[in-house]
């Protein structure tokens, strides 16, 4: 099995080296710089958008444009929106969840019993990166509230039906760039929103925080990869939810597959010996917030290089989990048949 981990193209790193040797000397606003941010108001649909160096530079410029306090999903989000609420001394209230999934009427039931009205509800666009959060019912819910909706879509950007990271749905929109994300460029994230006093509110913090017009450049080319790459890795993820036999959330768009495991730190600690990516992982071992709050392991599919994402190496990955965490053989359950390659 030769699995790659995910490295920024070809062509991303020739425009970023070709930028950084051609460094802009005008005046006003750097060429590359606005035109990512275009690129991004064409993705979310949005009429803002600012550039920062990194997917926590955009959540701490957007909380700290917020009063407060804030919802946060109990498991399976992000955990630098807790540390970065913590930092700006936000309150913080963490609403029960379906294993990560916020359900609208929850939501709804959830803010009536609250002693105030928080002024936002921050999702990640899949629980734990396994599970499509019910974006536009979550967003219906908050407008009727007057609740801001800021959905972390670092895991999303480029959704081919549209349905995460899409403006229509979202109040706010943020996401990293870092890696290994879908927009793969090692560095930076946005904002990007129609609200611009949310800009306005915190313009100190994102002149600090800004991108250079290196990590700008490679926005604006690996992002034209982002609907491509997000729906290869989905589609692996389905495959392999569909044929392990046991995962969490099996019926659900996710960009990593996450299985339950009785002994989650001997098995991450055996499939990271099995699944050997030259020193790197695509094992997480849970209970974590990032992901789930149960006894599981999880296979980061979002970390591979949608060029390995094969059947022969997604059929061996399926071989190693079921082998490791379940102790049966891949003959009982055979790969799915039916399933388009
Ligand atoms: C969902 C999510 N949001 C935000 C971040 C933070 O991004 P950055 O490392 O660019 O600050 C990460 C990092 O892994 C993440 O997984």
């Known amino acids: 099995m030769k699995l790659i981990f995910k490295k920024p193209t070809i062509e991303t790193q ?34 803002q958008v600012k550039l920062v160096n990194s997917g926590n530079s955009a959540i701490i410029s957007v909380m700290n444009a917020l009063k407060g ?44 019993q609250l002693p105030v009205l928080p002024s936002a509800l921050f999702i990640t666009s899949f629980a734990g990166y396994t599970a499509e959060q019910p974006a536009k019912e979550l967003f219906e819910v908050c407008c009727e509230n007057n609740i801001i909706l800021v959905e972390d879509a670092s895991g999303s950007v480029g959704d081919p039906e549209k349905r995460l990271c899409n403006g229509d749905h979202a109040h706010i929109i943020i996401a990293s760039t870092g890696s290994p994300k879908i927009v793969n460029v090692g560095n930076g994230g946005f904002i990007s929103t129609n609200e611009k006093k949310i800009l306005d509110n915190s313009r100190f913090l994102l002149k600090t925080l800004r991108a250079d017009p290196i990590t700008a450049t490679g926005i604006s080319t690996e992002i034209k990869k982002a609907p491509f790459n997000l729906f290869e890795t989905m589609h692996a993820c389905k495959i392999l939810k569909k044929n392990i036999q046991n995962t969490f959330h099996e019926d659900k768009r996710g960009i990593n597959v996450i299985v339950p495991s009785s002994d989650p730190k001997a098995h991450s600690r055996i499939l990271r010996e099995k699944i050997n990516l030259e020193g790197r992982s695509i094992i997480t071992t849970c209970p974590i917030y990032d992901r789930l709050m149960e006894k599981a392991v999880c296979i980061e599919i979002k970390n591979l290089d949608t060029d390995c994402l094969n059947k022969e190496n997604l059929s061996e990955i399926k071989e190693h989990v079921e082998t490791t965490v379940f102790n049966t053989s891949n003959n009982e359950y055979p790969m799915h048949p039916k399933l388009k390659w």
């Open 14 to 47: 020739k425009a970023m080296s070709h930028a950084a040797l051609n460094p802009f000397t005008g005046r006003g606003i750097n060429p590359e710089i606005k035109s990512a941010e275009e690129k991004i108001k064409e993705l979310t649909g949005h009429d």
């Open 69 to 112: 306090p804030f919802i946060l999903p109990d498991q399976g989000g992000w955990s630098g929106l807790k540390k970065i609420a913590e930092f700006l001394k936000r309150e913080v209230y963490f609403i029960p969840t379906e294993k990560g999934i916020i359900y609208p009427d929850l939501l709804e039931e959830y803010l009536k």
